[in-house]
């Protein structure tokens, strides 16, 4: 069974993220010196952020700290759909959290291009005997629909893949050109925190616990397959049966 806290508001839920990331980077930089994270567009993550940058910037060496990203639109830095944009804006405005290592996609390429070179990047990371990168922390949101990253329930895309990031042509969520991590990148989770909020999003999550078949339920399920630990924060809006469990 998959490890589910319950918050009353979606505020709640972003203190326990904000919180549960400066312990997991923290245990990171600790054994090893470096940490690295996997960072999530999204209403959900974007407060996360805030309160990272706002309340706890002191409570860790961010310099230390590697940030990637799960998927990215193909648009400027400066386009109100960019992600990487918006997590500029509510972590990176920091000084402390903005000494981060910043592996941002070149999204000013092809698409097919722009994802060829981010998994270049990724691949200059400490990896495992399989050349999957070590990511220390992943943050997953969730769409109404399911999905997660840019890997849409019953989309071509979503497709096993030797790839650690794909191009997406025709996401059924506009911008349709995308780039996403691929569930192989994933298998050297260490922890991934799934954003499970708002009413909207009741009927997947439900679904998502109950079949392991959408991709929100496939990332977490493959990242624990592959030894890595999963928890969803889940605030009282989406909360199902199955999560009261």
């Known amino acids: 069974m998959p490890e589910i806290q319950r918050f009353t508001t979606p505020e709640e839920v972003a203190d326990a993220a904000a919180l549960d990331a400066i312990a997991t980077l923290s245990i990171a930089i600790q054994e090893r010196g470096y940490a690295t994270w996997v960072l999530a567009g999204g209403s959900s993550p974007m407060a996360a952020y805030r309160?990272?940058?706002?309340?706890?910037?002191?409570?860790?060496?961010?310099?230390?700290?590697?940030?990637?990203?799960?998927?990215?639109?193909?648009?400027?830095?400066?386009?109100?759909?960019?992600n990487w944009g918006q997590i500029s804006s509510a972590l990176f405005h920091n000084g402390k959290t903005a000494s981060m290592v910043q592996l941002r996609p070149e999204v000013e390429l092809s698409v097919e291009d722009t994802a060829m070179r981010y998994e270049a990047i990724l691949r200059t990371l400490p990896v495992n005997e399989e050349g999957i990168p070590y990511f220390d922390l992943v943050w997953l949101g969730v769409g109404e629909d399911g999905h997660t990253l840019s890997l849409f329930p019953g989309h071509s895309d979503f497709t096993?893949?030797?790839?650690?990031?794909?191009?997406?042509?025709?996401?059924?969520?506009?911008?349709?050109?995308?780039?996403?991590?691929t569930l192989r990148a994933l298998e050297a989770t260490s922890r991934a925190i799934v954003f499970a909020v708002g009413a909207g999003k009741k009927a997947a999550l439900a679904e998502a616990l109950e079949s392991g078949r959408l991709p929100i339920a496939q990332a977490a399920i493959h990242i624990e397959q592959?030894?890595?630990?999963?928890?969803?924060?889940?605030?009282?809006?989406?909360?199902?049966?199955?999560?009261a469990e």
């Not at 961010?62 to 759909?81: F, H, N, Q, Y």
């Not at 096993?160 to 991590?181: D, E, G």
């Not at 890595?228 to 999560?243: C, K, N």
């Open 51 to 82: 309160q990272l940058a706002i309340e706890y910037s002191d409570m860790i060496d961010w310099s230390k700290v590697t940030a990637v990203i799960g998927d990215e639109r193909s648009v400027p830095l400066d386009d109100s759909d960019s």
């Open 160 to 181: 096993p893949t030797k790839q650690l990031v794909i191009p997406i042509y025709n996401s059924p969520k506009p911008p349709s050109a995308r780039i996403t991590l």
């Open 226 to 243: 592959h030894g890595g630990y999963v928890t969803w924060l889940f605030d009282q809006a989406a909360v199902t049966a199955d999560a």
